[in-house]
């Protein structure tokens, strides 16, 4: 494994094979990517041909749809190799070529594909329920057709829409800046670890500092970190505002009030649910202000500062997990979803789906990525901890929820929206931790997991709102004309920050700047869906937990209907009702008897 203490991070040749994901799977050589990439163009040309005929015959009609299918299979396919290429190392100049390349064929084809859907919803509903009595095979697409019609309000006409296809390298310019800056450009400083080395600072390694029982380490990443996004203070902030105004611009362009409105539409989720979770998230605040009260005590502080949020509260407790063990650990955790689960699981594991090692120029953090028919891919940046070990089995849940999508529809609906994503693999985080809850009888490494616990709640309800929060607030400034540069944006998130957690945290300056370095915040609206995700897989486990099979029948119907539903449908089947507020409402209860359990264990 890569050692923290290394005073250089390796370059992605010296990480062994073994524990780099195995690309070849999509593409066996960039000139396979090469010959695909010319298909798609070609087949872009082809799409040219349909233009003005889509209301010809049933016939044209479905070739239309099986080539803009096809083309959007392929393209996908050619766009996530390139970008995961990419991110084993940004500094890899051949691979930022392919993806602008890759990014470029995008807005080619959506530009010569703009007609297809303003001159779909010109044909009027009697001709299209005729199109689909004269060609039974387009029944395929009546759910992904009438999802057109149902936003038909939001659609340009088709001039307009390609134009807007053709901005999309523009508008997609905000995002791809912060990217480079934040993964390939910014270098941290050195800092001096627990036994006095000097260790190059990374985003992989700021965790691992920040989780130190050595206050003086803690407080030196924090300040090191946020020192050096400091220095770039005003172009992230230009970043940022360029992106909420790009949102803003498509939205209004689209007819939205919003662009929150906008952006929630396009899973046809209502606003209510945004709202509600704030709404729910604010009423249980006070159990954050226990709970980080609780922290200030039993780390024994007369100030607790928020580089002090991640160190485990509960000494004699020294967690390392090898990614071997980690990998046992979580297979035996995820056993309730049953064999046929556990199995593919293990063989994603073993066959090449995983990118584990941090290395020089790679993407930081972790994400679960696929490309219809498969297999779906992970990176890591490994470290060895326990968080390390849930991440895991969270990117997993992602890749094993892709996996049964994939296998179970057709490419038109193999994906599933950004509402479902949260659900599985937080889903597959907390059996995980049900598991290890179950097998320990030290008093301390059950304190030490209900904390993780707590931290889970904290960071993915409780931290994710306040980040939707944010959003929504920026985004409705903005909207009302309002400009906001790096010191606004600060004094937004410390608000926050104050609100949330409570007059026993000491809110540093330095956290002001944290909207700086979340790259989430390029994803508009985004956000709030990990603590609604974790809402609807606290409901789903207990289930699972509880019933046993029936349970784990109905989630693995989950896993494998994609998009051909609304995801409030495929959750409401599966057995949670996310327009209802008590899902989030029964997590924070769940929150609040795990406090109360650690309090009570802390006075014994």
Known sequence: MTSIKGNVLPSRAEIPAAMKW?????????????????????????MAKFQGRLAESADTFYQAMVLQDSIREK?????????????????????????????????????????LTPELLNIPEETLARFFTEEPKLELYRHFIMELVRRKAHTLSANEERIMAMSGEVTGAPQNIFTMINNADLKFPSIKDEDGNEVELTKGRYIQFVESRDRRVRRDAFETLYGTYNRQRNTLATCLMSSVKKDVFTSRARHYATSRAYFLDENNIPEAVYDRLIEAVHDHNPLMHRYVRLRKEALGYDDLHMYDIYTPIIKGVDIKVPFREAKETVAAGLAPLGQDYVKVLREGMEGGWIDVLENQGKTSGAYSWGAYPGPPFVLLNYNESLDNMFTLAHEMGHSLHTWHSFKHQPHVYSGYSIFLAEVASTLNECLLLDHLLKKTTDKAM???????????????????????????????????GEALGADALCAVYHDLNVAYYGPDMTVDAHIDLEWARIPHFY?????YQYATGFSAAVALSQQILKEGAPAVKRYINFLSSGESKYPIDVLREAGVDMTSPEPVRMALDVFRTTLEEMENLLER
Do not use: C
Not at 455 to 478: L, S
Not at 523 to 527: L, Q, S
């Open 523 to 527: 994803t508009p609206f985004y956000v």
């Open 446 to 480: 059950r304190l030490f997991l209900l904390n993780h616990y707590l931290e889970q709640f904290r960071g993915t309800v409780f931290r994710q709102t306040m980040f939707a929060e944010f959003e929504k607030i920026v985004h409705y400034k903005v909207e009302a």
């Open 75 to 115: 393209l996908a396919r050619v766009f996530t190799y390139a970008k995961m290429r990419k991110d084993e190392d940004n500094a890899n100049s051949h691979y930022q070529i392919l993806t602008d390349r890759a990014q470029a064929l995008i807005v080619e084809i959506s530009s010569a594909g703009s007609y």
């Open 22 to 46: 195995q690309l070849e799977q999509l593409y066996a050589s960039d000139n396979a990517w090469e010959a695909e990439f010319s298909a798609v163009k070609e087949m872009g040309a082809r």
